[in-house]
């Protein structure tokens, strides 16, 4: 036990102070189709692949507010930014996007997954049909769009970025439908990585395990049931480039949530606490 306590704690110093050798001029051209970009850290990725020189197609569900951030992309210096409104929660709309970001790009280098649909927290939240509208929008929206840009994303030897989140790693209370969605995509494109080594397709898959996002639909969401410090959109945001672009299989953000790879699967009881801590929760959730 000894030994694996101190493996593990290498491990996470080893992930504190290793240097990615990320390359902010690997991204001057680069194609790439955004979701979930009109807010929050899908918002604050557009604005760094903007002012890192990539070509942009930015989709999210509200058109007004996708007009507002492709305004800013281009005054960050983006050479091309195009938009297209849509909403995942219809199976037809992931095949859409995916061709008019081919036909507007020609190709795609990065697929970045990280559009979210939520609904609040809580008992009233695990009816079938809100369960099935989550699974559409947070996994099968996933993996129709993952599956309709893999042959353009095969071609350019690109990235796949999946952005998740704390609660689709290890589970907690009163989030089961939202949990069971965010498991799904742990599952789906774990096992999708090891498809693409065996067949010897060059498309690296990075899963980006974030804690609360920097929004106020996430204080809504967790409202009488957590209370959880969200991430600083910018910086998460940043995190989530660095390691798509060095091809890195997982991101933690904050750093700190790396301890719940080392912990799952073995140490439940403090693996339990550590949950408790991050997301603080009141003893009147439980009630």
Not at 62 to 85: H, S, W, Y
Not at 115 to 140: D, K
Not at 151 to 156: I, K, Q, V
Not at 171 to 177: D, E, I, M, R
Request: glycine share 10%; aromatic share 8%.
């Amino acid at each position: 036990m000894k030994v694996l306590l101190l493996a593990g704690l290498g491990a996470l110093f080893f992930s504190y102070y290793w240097d990615d050798n990320f390359d902010p001029a690997s991204l001057q051209g680069a194609r790439v189709l955004l979701t979930g970009a009109s807010a929050g850290v899908g918002e604050e990725l557009a604005y760094h692949y903007a002012r890192l020189g990539s070509h942009l197609v930015l989709t999210a569900h509200t058109e007004a507010l996708l007009q507002k951030v492709v305004g800013n992309c281009r005054k960050l210096g983006a050479p091309k930014v195009f938009f297209i409104a849509a909403d995942m929660a219809s199976p037809e709309v992931p095949g859409r996007v995916v061709q008019f970001a081919l036909d507007k790009l020609g190709g795609l280098d990065y697929l970045v997954l990280n559009h979210l649909g939520a609904t609040p927290a809580g008992t009233r939240s695990r009816s079938v049909q809100a369960t099935r509208w989550l699974l559409q929008v947070n996994f099968l929206s996933y993996v129709q769009l993952t599956s309709l840009a893999l042959p353009s994303l095969t071609d350019s030897k690109g990235s796949l970025v999946v952005v998740s989140s704390l609660l689709g790693h290890v589970p907690t209370s009163f989030s089961s439908p939202y949990s069971a969605a965010k498991f799904a995509l742990d599952g789906f494109f774990g096992s999708l990585r090891r498809e693409l080594d065996v067949q010897d397709v060059n498309v690296a898959i990075t899963m980006c395990i974030l804690g609360l996002r920097d929004r106020a639909s996430t204080a809504e969401e967790v409202r009488g049931v957590a209370r959880a410090k969200a991430a600083p959109g910018p910086k998460a945001a940043l995190a989530v480039i660095r390691g798509g672009a060095t091809r890195a299989p997982g991101v933690f953000y904050p750093r700190r949530l790396h301890l719940l790879g080392l912990l799952r699967g073995w140490l439940p009881h403090p693996k339990a606490w550590f949950i408790r801590q991050e997301l603080n929760v009141t003893a009147a959730a439980t009630a």
